[in-house]
């Protein structure tokens, strides 16, 4: 597999290995390829899945924004999925962001404060994925949107606030 690099066409194993192997390269690529791939696949079917099983137990209006959620969140996985080996960094980027709108959007959706535990996650999926700058700059993104989110009236955090962080950073050293 040849590739062209530039800024936008990162390769994937860049943050791991440099230069002195291009196999072992070549081979960390494709492994980070499909591994990245097969947690876009997992974790959009378990959100879409999990979106069905609770709209099926919620009121119309609601059935109809998660299915509405549901249906944007698979197209932007998919498009992820699909550019992951030609563009792997706007892939990641693309699917992560759709990840954090599906969350938040749930979150503004049901006002459970419980829902935005599952932000804590993208710092490990994007030190896995990224490697650990990327992974430091997805924390401080989501601690940035935490301060922005608990200063807003009638906020539903409360501890959240604090705890979110924490568990991302714990996440994102493992």
């Known amino acids: ?10 390769r994937p194993s860049a943050p ?10 070549s081979a960390i ?18 959100f879409i ?16 924004q998660l299915f509405g959620l549901s249906i944007l969140f698979g197209i932007v996985s ?11 960094l706007i892939a990641n980027i ?22 935005l535990l599952l932000v804590a996650f993208l710092p490990l999926i994007t030190v896995v994925t990224l490697g650990w700058i990327s992974g430091a700059i ?3 993104i989501l601690i940035g949107l935490l301060v922005f989110l608990d200063s807003m009236p009638e906020s539903a955090l409360g501890k959240y606030a604090l705890i979110i962080p924490f568990v991302g950073a714990f996440g994102g050293l493992l």
Not at 1 to 10: D, E, G, I, P
Not at 32 to 46: A, G, H, I, P, Q
């Open 49 to 64: 899945i999990t979106s069905i099983i609770i709209s099926g137990e919620s009121d119309t209006p609601i059935m109809a």
């Open 16 to 25: 791991y290995v440099s230069g002195s192997n291009p196999e072992l390269e």
């Open 138 to 140: 997805t924390e401080a």
């Open 94 to 115: 693309i699917w992560q962001a759709g990840l954090l709108a599906m969350i938040l959007a749930v979150y503004f959706l049901f006002d459970l404060a419980e829902i």
């Open 29 to 46: 690529d494709d492994l980070l390829v499909n591994k990245s791939r097969s947690l876009v696949l997992l974790t959009s079917l378990f």
């Open 1 to 10: 597999m040849k590739r062209s690099l530039n800024m936008m066409q990162m």
């Open 78 to 88: 998919y498009v992820a999925y699909s550019m992951m080996e030609e563009r792997y």
